[in-house]
């Protein structure tokens, strides 16, 4: 399955570095999301990226969008992930990739990396913006521009 723009987001249910259940129900349809698909907590490129939507968090939330990192790390790895660079916004761990397959997000590097993949969703549960590049801060910058737009 490939998520393209306009489809509507697939429900999903996954644990957040809290220990949490993170239902999308609960936000899809409610709120601007931004979620994103990253390889590895602590290498440094999803290090890097993680910064940066903390860095620029508070344009998230006055924009009106969750933020939300998704990876097939363990919640424990989250919560140290988390912990150690003051990240502000869930962190879910999709060990088994079943979200990253309804979602279509496809292994970069000639398959050998977790693909890097940002998605921008609209309040209605829509998605407006895919972003898919191994540089990951212009995710960043993109989702920002996406959700100015939409304002």
Known sequence: MNITIGDTIPDFTLTDQNGNEFDSSSVKGKKNLVIYFYPKNFTPGCTKEACSFRDSYEDFK???ATVIGISADSEKSHERFA???NLPFILLSDATGKVKRKFGVKNDLFGLL???ETYVVGKDGKVLYIFN???ATRH????LEVLKETK
């Open 62 to 64: 006055a924009l009106g």
């Open 83 to 85: 912990k150690k660079y």
């Open 114 to 116: 977790p693909g890097r």
């Open 133 to 135: 590049s191994m540089n």
């Open 140 to 143: 960043i910058k993109k989702a």
